[in-house]
């Protein structure tokens, strides 16, 4: 009966209305069936129906503001399309709105505006260059209203996954899903200069298709120009050296490519396979390709030098390795160094420590190299240490960077890693974890999670033994939960006691004397856990961790498997050492005070079967060794960050290894040992969100550390 007349439910009511419409009656019959199928298709075309709560068929109530935005967007979407409809209409003088149609009737006095709404094609953005950055400029129009780049930032909230933008109390702008996450991207990768919208060339690169899709970029000069150098690289089939000598895995030619493609763009990479996969060779057959260009220079944990001049001797013998170690003394050891590092050139590569490196790090500053090599790259994990700050001085025309852990514990890692490889892409380190580590860590944000795996997926290459080694023996992993005696579990509960107590009434714990403190007293437990003696030598306590630990070597004996033994502690290394003699097992011993010669001597001994265990204090022993000869390994206590733990099984299950590896994990019941087992899944969360196709990585604080004592 026309907007006049009376209304219905759909569906219910009588078939025959009769009403008086402007003098005149009037009456009509209805199609009861035909207005419930109209009403299900209407709630059926809409989705956010779905979202509310419906007291009746025909009455949805939405709880939240952005639901209702969402279906008042839709139906302005609707009315506007269904205008122009009738415009084609009158004018073709045919009509193509059908009775079927739905009419919306907006009532007087509505709280909430919504523009139409906008996505890729009612943007427009425009790149400058300005310094090493590019200047970014644009616009949105929507519904004749135009909102410059810099407000448009402003009004994003980068809290919200809602597609709305909030301009007054009842205005919105509503955007695309696809356009509000992208442009929530776009604002996390730019830094903002005064009035100017900056972003690093590189970050350009994770937001290449987004670009692509603004049409008034796609007649760009500079960005055109970025983009060019970026095909470039990815087009770019660099030959294989000649002199390379040996074989290299298909997954192992895949990471030259890209190494290869990297070295060409220009840009600073992280090579971040697994450990065992070959990173060295790959990195071996970069240093050939670009032998000619200049000299190189390798950095790597002391222990692992050796195995870098071993492996260039096999692989790439027509380099020139110079090693510069800081043994040699006299008064004319500095100057030697001096001589070394200026005389270096094309095909020269020079080998140096971390350690090395900070102390001399005036010499090894001033030279510029046509490619720097970081190995073991979470030695730089703080970026206020002298080593980080030595590898961020380095001149070079190309960066590599090699770990397989490039998170071990918080964000700002990454930070510290990314500024020796590409300076200035994430900005600085407060802009960083304002923008990525607080909201990803703090507020489990998955928008900035998402956008900070977009920003470094094109620099970071990471393959698991499981993505492509299927010729790898297995890798067993068991828990063997210890429960402790009686007299056990009295010393340990007093020790918890009183460190609670003492803890709880401590100030200033956040300083870093508080810190200490509470990791003292958490150490204090962890050794209770592992051996009594450890904290009272002369206590008659025996430990059921040692007990455990007896009953596994003992088999292992009789079954002849070689196994490696990992601690934390050179104390608990000792009372273990003292147990294979008692057991009359053969083994050999590593920490942190073993002279790198005699370490090697020990690795050569055990991989030719001298020995039948190997005790290693997994700080020192955890990574740069080859020990394939086992095919056991324990770790008789739970270190906190698992990505150390599976460093250290590495040394064992890698290339190499023919035999199934089995991982026992000594852990006692009820103690600390089981909250840390607990905080190895949230920390190994965060790195293989951001790092899959490319721990919960949380600094703890001292509450939270305080908690862990708490039962």
């Known amino acids: 009966m026309g907007a006049t007349g009376p209304s219905h439910r759909p569906g219910s009511g009588s ?55 969402s279906l008042l ?11 122009t409809e009738e415009t084609s209409s009158k004018k073709s003088k045919k009509k193509t709105i059908s009775a079927d149609d739905l009419e919306i009737f907006w009532p007087q006095g509505e709280k909430y505006s919504v523009t139409s709404t906008a996505s890729f094609g009612n943007f427009s953005l425009s790149f400058a260059s300005m310094e090493d950055w590019l200047s970014a400029t644009g616009t949105l129009k929507v519904d004749g209203e135009v909102f410059e780049l810099q407000k448009l930032f402003e009004l994003l909230n980068d809290n919200s996954e809602s597609r709305f ?12 899903n696809e356009f509000r996450k992208r442009l929530g991207e776009f604002k996390r990768l730019s830094h903002t200069k005064g009035k100017a919208v900056q972003l690093h060339p590189l970050a350009a690169a994770g937001m290449e298709d987004f670009f692509d899709a603004i049409p008034s970029l796609q007649k760009n000069a500079i960005w ?114 001096d001589k070394l590092i200026a005389s270096a050139k094309k095909r020269d590569v020079l080998i140096t420590s971390y350690t090395l490196l900070q102390q001399e790090i005036e010499l090894f500053a001033k030279k510029k190299y046509a490619t720097v090599i970081l190995d073991e790259s979470q030695a730089i994990k703080n970026p206020e240490s002298n080593r980080a700050k030595a590898t961020f001085t380095l001149q070079a025309d190309v960066r590599l960077a090699m770990t397989g852990t490039p998170i071990e514990n918080r964000l700002t890692e990454l930070w510290s890693l990314f500024r020796f490889l590409n300076p200035g892409l994430f900005g600085s380190q407060k802009s960083f974890e304002d923008r990525f580590a607080f909201p990803i860590q703090r507020d489990q944000s998955a928008s900035a999670r998402s956008t900070l795996r977009r920003l ?63 990791l003292a007293a958490l150490t204090r437990l962890r050794q209770l856990c592992c051996n009594p003696k450890m904290i009272l030598p002369d206590s008659k306590v025996e430990s059921s961790k040692l007990e455990a630990f007896r009953e596994i070597m003992e088999e292992l004996k009789e079954n002849r498997h070689k196994v490696l033994v990992f601690s934390q502690f050179v104390k608990h290394l000792a009372i273990l050492k003292t147990e294979l003699d008692a057991m009359g097992i053969s083994y050999q011993y590593l920490d942190g005070s073993t002279p790198e010669k005699e370490r090697q001597k020990r690795v ?33 206590d ?58 919960q990585a949380t600094e703890l604080s001292a509450e939270e550390l305080i908690d862990i004592l708490r039962s």
């Not at 209305?17 to 009456?27: C, S, T």
């Not at 020790?495 to 107590?501: C, D, E, G, Y």
């Not at 991989?607 to 324990?634: M, P, R």
């Open 456 to 518: 470094v997926h094109p620099f970071i290459l990471r393959r698991t033994k499981s993505q492509v080694l299927e010729e790898l023996p297995s890798r067993t992993e068991i828990v063997r939960e210890i429960e402790l005696s009686k007299e056990e579990t009295a010393l340990y509960e007093a020790a918890r006691r009183n460190a609670l107590k003492e803890l709880q009434d401590m100030k200033d714990k956040d300083s870093g004397q508080g810190q200490l403190k509470i």
């Open 604 to 636: 050569e001994a055990f991989q030719s079967g001298e020995s039948d265990a190997f005790l290693i204090s997994i700080k020192a022993g955890g990574s740069g060794l080859n020990l394939t000869a086992a095919d056991y390994v324990i770790h008789v």
């Open 638 to 695: 739970p270190w906190w960050n698992p990505a150390v733990e599976d460093q250290a099984t590495d040394r064992a299950h890698r290339i190499g290894q023919t035999r199934p590896v089995t991982v026992y994990r000594l852990i006692t019941q009820g103690t600390i040992e089981e909250k840390i087992v607990r905080l190895h899944h949230e920390k190994r969360d965060l790195a293989d969100k951001l790092l899959e196709g490319t721990d």
């Open 73 to 83: 967007s839709e139906l302005k979407d609707f009315e506007t399309a269904r205008a």
């Open 224 to 337: 055109n120009d970025v983009k060019k150098r970026i095909e470039a690289a990815r087009d770019y089939k660099a030959p294989f050296p000649k002199s390379f000598v040996g074989d290299m895995r298909d997954y192992q030619l895949d990471g030259y490519d890209w190494l290869a493609r990297s070295a060409k763009w220009g840009v600073g990479c992280c090579l971040a396979d697994d450990m065992g996969l070959g990173k060295t060779i790959q990195a071996l057959a970069l240093l050939l390709l670009r032998a000619d260009e200049g000299p190189a220079l390798v950095v790597a944990p002391t222990s692992v030098c050796f195995n870098w001049e071993r492996e260039a001797e096999k692989f790439a013998p027509s380099l020139k390795i110079k090693r510069i170690q800081s043994i040699t003394t006299g008064a004319n050891a500095k100057a030697e160094r």
């Open 165 to 176: 933008i909030k301009l007054s109390e009842q205005k919105f702008i509503a955007l695309t």
């Open 15 to 69: 078939e025959r209305v009769i009403a008086d419409i402007d003098g005149l009656k009037r009456q009509t019959v209805r199609n009861l069936l035909d207005e419930t199928r109209r009403r299900d298709d209407v709630i059926a075309r809409y989705p956010v129906f779905q979202t509310a709560a419906a007291p009746s068929k025909d009455q949805y109530v939405f709880e939240t503001a952005v639901d209702a935005l």
